[in-house]
C-alpha cells in the first residue's frame, strides 16, 4: 500500500493540539486570577 506522507494534516493536528492546550491555560489562568 503506497502511502505518501501528508505533512499538512500533521501540521494541522498539531496547530490544533497547541490551540487547545493554550486555551487550557489561558482558562486556568483566568480562573486563578478571578479566585
Known amino acids: 500500500m503506497h502511502r505518501k ?3 499538512q494534516h500533521e501540521l494541522a ?3 490544533g493540539l497547541n490551540a487547545a492546550l493554550a486555551c487550557l491555560i489561558v482558562a486556568s ?3 486563578a ?3
Open 29 to 31: 489562568v483566568l480562573l
Open 13 to 15: 493536528f498539531y496547530i
Open 5 to 7: 506522507p501528508n505533512h
Open 33 to 35: 486570577a478571578a479566585a
